[in-house]
């Protein structure tokens, strides 16, 4: 075989995939990151289209502004590789950290921020973006997905077409493709941090799946025929979902009776989509399941609060959102050792990594009011922020769901205080509420060395 040319199984296994993501005609842009997956996608359309004038290729590098130098040899690398195929290329940076928003982690941000940019950068004669999305790559996100808590549609992995993006290579494993480009003796280069366990996909590359491979070679295929069942299975649901919304929508809002008959996996995905509508995405497992009790209830009218600072009503056979405004949401304040300030409030959080630390004193002698817990580091998502409560906020103590506004009724807290009481949060969501328990599996243990010391502070300032 030639160097650089890939055989021809291979490229028709390329173009089978793209057929299965919904492939039309028109150019394509390939996300370019210069690992072996990107650059193999580049080969397999460099190698089916060059001499198709119907079907232009281009290149698109995202600078994510993380790695330093690392991250220059790559553009480069990239640059260099589209002029030697004769292909289109533009390089595009972003800021991440400069762009990350509360609660939102390293990866996440990167990821949202790529794709913003490469929306932007389609446009004629280009019609699709091309990511190089494997099947090991399929594998970690359902993991992923597990370990954060999905439902069916979490089980499903990444879809082979999502708008304009279209993933030719989920039929690949990451092996294959690494295999691919040494036999063909195409060079490409390697990103460190994937290598770093810290990261939870790389943990679950390195770590997980190889213990599952011992057990079952074909774990990869395994997996990715479950996440195709699953699919189905999922779109079933949500044409079914589809169908009762449309017999249970008024000019009003929802029949609650129709609703009510349907059955609860169908229901349930009818709200998801009704609240999605009224500007209110993040509606989670624990707001749908008590929602839909509620519909199914005996009571004639209720409430359900939903993150999105908006309510779903119930009175006899209605359902209706409406804006919720009883809670304020101000700007999150991201948390760093020592004394943080809450500009909503005249307290604050003070932390360390340090049970000996001698400020600690100061601040017990001056506050009025200290709430404190010792929680474990080796179990939080980084990046600490500290926001108020918002509609529909809960969180797992105690092995139960407990809704916030329930927790601060039972203290019967002035609606005064709820407004302006702070919720401590990591990447996973919240982890501590003053005067409450932290989150299950947060609270440091005796064996824990590594720990984390937080101090809320109702009443003063730092002395």
């Not at 030639?2 to 842009?29: E, I, K, S, W």
């Not at 996973?428 to 809320?456: H, M, T």
């Amino acid at each position: 075989m030639m160097p650089g040319v890939l055989p021809h199984h291979l490229l028709q296994r390329v173009r089978d995939g793209l057929a299965t993501a919904g492939y039309d005609r028109g150019g394509v842009m390939v996300a370019l990151s210069g690992g072996a997956d990107s650059v193999f996608l580049l080969y397999a359309m460099h190698l089916l289209f060059s001499g198709d004038s119907g079907t232009p290729v281009c290149a698109v590098h995202v600078h994510h502004g993380l790695r330093g130098a690392e991250a220059d040899r790559d553009l480069e690398f990239c640059r260099n590789l589209c002029m030697e195929l004769d292909v289109p290329f533009q390089a595009v940076s972003v800021d991440v950290p400069a762009n990350r928003v509360p609660g939102e982690g390293i990866e996440e941000a990167a990821r949202r921020l790529r794709y913003a940019v490469l929306y932007d950068a389609l446009h004629e004669p280009y019609r699709y973006i091309l990511t190089a999305h494997h099947r090991t790559d399929q594998c970690e996100t359902i993991f992923l997905h597990l370990i954060r808590g999905c439902g069916l549609r979490g089980l499903t992995g990444m879809p082979a077409e999502n708008g304009r993006v279209l993933r030719p290579l989920l039929g690949f494993s990451s092996a294959e493709l690494v295999g691919a480009l040494h036999d063909a003796g195409i060079v490409y280069v390697n990103d460190s941090s994937n290598a770093d366990p810290a990261f939870r996909r790389n943990f679950i590359r390195h770590r997980i799946l190889p213990l599952l491979r011992e057990m079952n070679p074909d774990i990869e295929q395994t997996l990715s025929k479950m996440a195709d069942d699953l699919r189905q299975d999922d779109a079933l649901l949500g044409h079914l979902a589809q169908e009762c919304l449309s017999r249970a929508t008024t000019v009003a809002g929802l029949r609650r009776s129709v609703l009510a008959s349907e059955d609860p996996a169908v229901s349930r995905r009818v709200l998801a989509i009704y609240l999605r509508s009224k500007n209110a995405p993040s509606a989670e497992r624990v707001h749908l399941y008590s929602a839909d009790a509620l519909i199914r209830s005996d009571a004639s009218h209720g409430a359900v609060s939903v993150p999105g600072a908006v309510r779903l009503m119930v009175h006899r056979d209605l359902v209706w959102a409406e804006p919720d405004e009883s809670f304020v949401s101000p700007v999150p304040v991201w948390l760093h050792p020592g004394w943080n300030p809450l500009p909503w409030s005249d307290g604050g959080f003070y932390f360390t990594y340090d049970s000996a630390d001698k400020k600690l004193e100061n601040i017990r002698n001056v506050y009025k009011f200290v709430k404190q817990v010792t929680l474990s580091f080796d179990t939080m998502i980084t990046d600490l922020y500290v926001r108020t409560c918002r509609p529909g906020d809960a969180y797992i103590y105690d092995c139960h769901t407990h809704s916030l506004r329930k927790m601060f009724g039972g203290r019967k807290m002035p609606r005064s205080i709820q407004r302006t009481w702070p919720v401590l949060c990591d990447r996973a969501g919240i982890l501590w509420v003053p005067a409450f328990s932290p989150r299950d599996g947060a609270a440091a243990q005796l064996e824990d060395k590594n720990c984390l010391y937080a101090y809320y502070c109702a009443c003063g300032g730092e002395q």
